[in-house]
């Protein structure tokens, strides 16, 4: 019996997995309101190119390319988990101060193009192409290779 449930939990699991696909909008409309608010609160004058929706059983995560090229992803709550603006600065507003000040402090005049964050920490990288991790809090950990 055990081993009847388990398989019928592997086949369950394979064809939820199988029938997720990633779905293309060409509009901000499948993204969570926090997501919307988020794009029209930094990048106002930007509209959005397209949203790709990857979602499987267990989550669900957005892309969005805007008009200029910036990538942003979104997790399924609508919060920011990336930033790319390829050669354009991320908004100050979204990089935590003491990660602001520590660039400016050791990288006169450089700009964080691109911005990840996960569950312990930042990374950022600069528009010279140096990357650099932080923690939670934005204390610097190290130069990243």
């Known amino acids: 019996m055990k081993k009847f449930l388990a398989i019928l939990a592997i086949i369950a699991l394979a064809a939820g997995s199988m029938s997720a696909r990633d779905k293309v909008y060409n ?22 190119n397209h949203v790709k929706v990857d979602s499987d059983v267990f989550s669900k995560e957005y892309e ?17 988990k990336s930033i790319d603006r390829g050669q354009k600065a991320v908004p100050a507003a979204l ?13 006169a005049g450089a700009k964080i193009v691109d911005i990840e964050k996960d569950r312990n920490s930042y990374d950022i ?3 010279n192409g ?11 950990l190290k130069v990243d290779d």
């Open 130 to 140: 140096i990357e650099l991790k932080f923690d939670r809090s934005g204390k610097f």
């Open 27 to 48: 509009s901000a409309e499948p993204l969570p309101q926090a997501a919307k608010t988020m794009l029209a609160t930094y990048f106002p004058s930007q509209k959005v």
């Open 64 to 80: 969005v390319i805007l008009n200029d090229g910036t990538e942003v992803d979104f997790n399924k709550d609508g919060e920011w």
């Open 95 to 107: 990089v935590l101060k003491p990660i602001s000040d520590f660039v400016a402090a050791n990288y």
């Open 125 to 127: 990288t600069l528009a």
